[in-house]
């Protein structure tokens, strides 16, 4: 194997540290780009019994997470954010097609936000995406898909709101 999860954990934390802004994420996003041509890393990290969220490393200083995930069948998920923080979608197996959208109205804990869609396009096996802090993004799937992500903090611990396409 070229590299571990380890060494690239190791090797966005040096980018992430020494650029904690979007230009940094964006080599992380190369990064993870080259990482998903990698065979056998992706082989090792997400493997037929890995679930739809399993984290691999989590960095103690910084806070961000690399997750494999492995979403079965097809699923349609909401608009949403990633709060203040950010994520990087790499697609290793499958296709996810991937909306934007425009917010229009701001969401509040009692009352989703209200959107409109911009733009869709595809992640295939080897792209890579970065979604800074607000963008928002809705991924659809159609058979089961494979993926690396990182989060600029483990998400399970953020309360996020809900928004509406209209």
Request: with cysteine; glycine share 6%; charged share 30%.
């Amino acid at each position: 194997m070229t590299r571990t999860i380890e060494q690239f954990a190791a090797a966005c934390h040096e980018i992430l540290k020494a650029e904690p802004n979007p230009a940094g994420r964006s080599k992380v996003c190369a990064l993870l780009q080259d990482a998903l041509k990698d065979e056998q890393f992706v082989s090792t990290y997400i493997k037929d019994d890995t679930p739809e969220r399993e984290i691999l490393y989590e960095d103690p200083e910084l806070g961000f997470c690399v997750l494999a995930h492995h979403y079965r069948g097809a699923k349609t998920s909401p608009p949403h954010d990633h709060g203040p923080y950010w994520a990087i979608y790499g697609q290793a197996r499958g296709e996810t097609e991937m909306n934007d959208y425009e917010l229009l109205e701001p969401a509040t804990p009692d009352k989703p936000g209200k959107v409109r869609m911009t733009r869709t396009y595809k992640l295939t096996p080897g792209v890579a995406h970065v979604y800074n802090e607000g963008d928002l993004h809705s991924p659809k799937r159609v058979d089961s898909t494979r993926l690396i992500r990182i989060e600029g903090i483990n998400m399970e611990k953020v309360k996020r709101l809900r928004f509406e396409a209209v």
